[in-house]
Nanobody, 125 residues
Framework: VQLQAFGGGLVQAGGSLRLSCAAS????????MGWFRQAPGKERELVVV????????YYADSVKGRFTISRDNAKNTVYLQMNSLKPEDTAVYYC???????????????????WGQGTQVTVSS
């Protein structure tokens, strides 16, 4: 499956952005999906994971209550709504997919087979 992430940009602290991850090549309705981010000089970290059905999610503590993942399998797209953004959210955000459909098995970057190209999110203070 090929993934393309878009929707990043520059926003002031407290603002919002909505990222999208569009898939092609295969339908996503049997894939677990995730968003990761990587800041300069840091390792890629998990932001959130969603099961194939959308009924299960796992959020990193740093984004709980501020970010919301959703998926529209009919549109082959996964979304990340980011509210109350902070400067420490600045990073390149990547979407990822894997044929394992369940959240419990998709908690690290190494668990995912397919990756999008990343989209830059910059939050100014």
């Amino acid at each position: 499956v090929q993934l393309q992430a878009f929707g990043g940009g520059l926003v002031q602290a407290g603002g919002s952005l909505r990222l999208s991850c569009a898939a092609s090549g295969r339908t996503l309705n049997s894939y677990g999906m995730g968003w990761f981010r990587q800041a300069p000089g840091k390792e890629r970290e998990l932001v959130v994971v969603i099961s194939y059905s959308g009924t299960s999610t796992y959020y990193a503590d740093s984004v709980k209550g501020r970010f919301t993942i959703s998926r529209d399998n009919a549109k082959n797209t996964v979304y990340l709504q980011m509210n109350s953004l902070k400067p420490e959210d600045t990073a390149v955000y990547y979407c990822a997919a894997d044929r394992v459909p369940y959240v419990d098995s998709l908690l690290t970057a190494g668990d995912f087979d397919s990756w999008g190209q990343g989209t830059q999110v910059t939050v100014s203070s």
